[in-house]
């Protein structure tokens, strides 16, 4: 998904975009994009731009076709997405190799996730609906990565050791199946079908735990940008 060149290369009912490069080591892809950026929002809006119109093409009086974004509560772990770096967030020269810079473009990649879902149900409005979800803190390889397991210990997400930390209540560690149920959810669920563009934890719409600062003004501008940056109008 970070390379547009292979977009397109790769499609029906339901459509969830999962990938994701998170926590890796800072690199700028050939487009220009910062890699997580280009793999978390970048490739997948491009992506579900070429596949709409087969969607679309499954529509019918009982069904409207899904798109799920899977986003992550680390959405809300910061001060939001900012609009003006997110090609590339080292613009100004800085370094981008601390921990916690890549935290935050983790932070800002899922808010993408989310923004993105709230833009398409609006725009896909009757056409396709649109979800954004958090799956649950899963202990996946995810955890080990060098530039991010210092950021999770500092949270107490992770222990000294690099285990997770099963203790601290605040923490609803789920397994890799219990973290895909949202996804199934969002992608099947009779219940949500008068929720487009709504935010899901736990199985359940929990628009409440949607960061304040993911705004329905900075989705419609996100959007704007990214047809901009990948060279390409979305229409449905």
Not at 64 to 90: I, K, Q, Y
Request: hydrophobic content about 35%.
């Amino acid at each position: 998904m970070s390379l547009l060149r292979t977009v397109g290369l790769i499609c029906s009912q339901v459509l969830v975009n999962n990938a994701a490069a998170t926590g890796g080591t800072f690199h700028i892809t050939e487009d220009g994009f910062d890699v997580q950026m280009a793999t978390d929002h970048f490739g997948p809006f491009l992506f579900t731009k070429l596949i709409a119109p087969k969607l679309e093409a499954t529509r019918t009086a009982e069904w409207v076709p899904r798109v799920v974004m899977v986003a992550s509560e680390a959405h809300a772990m910061g001060p939001g997405l900012n609009l003006a770096t997110v090609r590339r967030p080292d613009g100004d020269g800085s370094d981008q190799s601390d921990p916690q810079k890549s935290f935050l473009r983790y932070h800002e990649a899922k808010c993408a996730c989310v923004l993105t879902a709230m833009e398409l149900a609006r725009r896909g409005e009757g056409k396709i609906r649109a979800y954004g979800l958090h799956p649950g803190t899963i202990p996946t390889n995810l955890v080990h990565k060098d530039s991010l397991a210092p950021v999770l210990k500092s949270i107490g997400m992770l222990n000294e050791d690099g285990s997770p930390n099963f203790a601290d209540p605040k923490f609803k560690w789920k397994t890799i199946p219990q973290g895909a149920a949202t996804n199934v959810v969002a992608a099947f669920d009779p219940r949500l079908d008068d929720k487009s563009g709504c935010y899901l934890e736990d199985c359940n719409e929990s628009n409440h735990t949607r960061a304040p600062h993911c705004t329905p003004e900075t989705a419609q501008k996100l959007w704007d940008l990214t047809e901009e940056s990948v060279g390409e109008t979305f229409v449905l």
